[in-house]
């Protein structure tokens, strides 16, 4: 069997982490189980990563660059700036509709890295980034539109991540997409009176 680089196993073995644990949990995702998914010897996720902690950093980065990249791609670049939030709000709202079970991963991580200090700070790298695209994108639709913002643009991000974050749950434990297109629409209505 050919050697393949650790560079090229690290994103394979990211993969698979996500694939099994978004499918049966974060307590399923051991290094065993991950090295099984992806058909590799358990030292090999040892190798590429050290420990399981910095899999799970790995994890949760890519998790947050891939719905951040989602969300970004989705900008408008030429809408009112009502419309470029809407577009944002609709844009994310559709990664946890098309992928609840990322969402779910994302908010187990969180949970677990609450209480594991070596995870801790991929927590809040996690929020950080989230909140600094959210903060830029409000500024950029701002700048780009000639609205003059209310609150600063960090504090208007801030309260949107958290009713999106708080309508995220509600839909991953009592489904009601009725109720949650109402809310999100309240979500933004509110956000947009806030800027």
């Known amino acids: 069997m050919a050697h393949v680089s650790a560079a090229e196993r690290r994103p394979q073995l990211i993969k698979a982490a996500i694939g099994l644990m978004a499918r049966e949990g974060v307590a399923a995702g051991s290094t065993r189980a991950i090295a099984a998914e992806l058909g590799v010897a358990q030292a090999t996720v040892h190798y590429t990563f050290g420990t399981k902690e910095e899999l799970y950093r790995a994890v949760m980065e890519q998790l947050t660059h891939d719905l951040i990249d989602q969300v970004s791609q989705a900008a408008p670049t030429d809408a009112s700036f009502e419309d470029t939030i809407v577009t944002l709000a609709e844009a994310l709202w559709h ?8 969402h779910q991963l994302l908010n187990e991580l969180g949970s677990f890295a609450l209480r594991t200090p070596h995870l801790s700070e991929a927590l809040q790298n996690h929020y950080s980034e989230a909140l600094a695209v959210t903060t830029k994108l409000i500024k950029q639709a701002a700048e780009r ?5 209310g609150q600063p643009a960090e504090t208007i991000a801030k309260f949107f991540l958290a009713g999106f974050d708080g309508l995220t749950m509600q839909h991953l434990a009592l489904p009601d997409e009725e109720a949650e297109r109402v809310c999100l629409r309240s979500l933004v209505s509110a956000v947009l009176a806030m800027a």
Do not use: F, I
Request: charged residues 15%; without cysteine; proline residues 8%.
């Open 95 to 102: 990664t946890v509709l098309e992928q609840p079970a990322s």
């Open 145 to 149: 539109t000639g609205h003059r913002l």
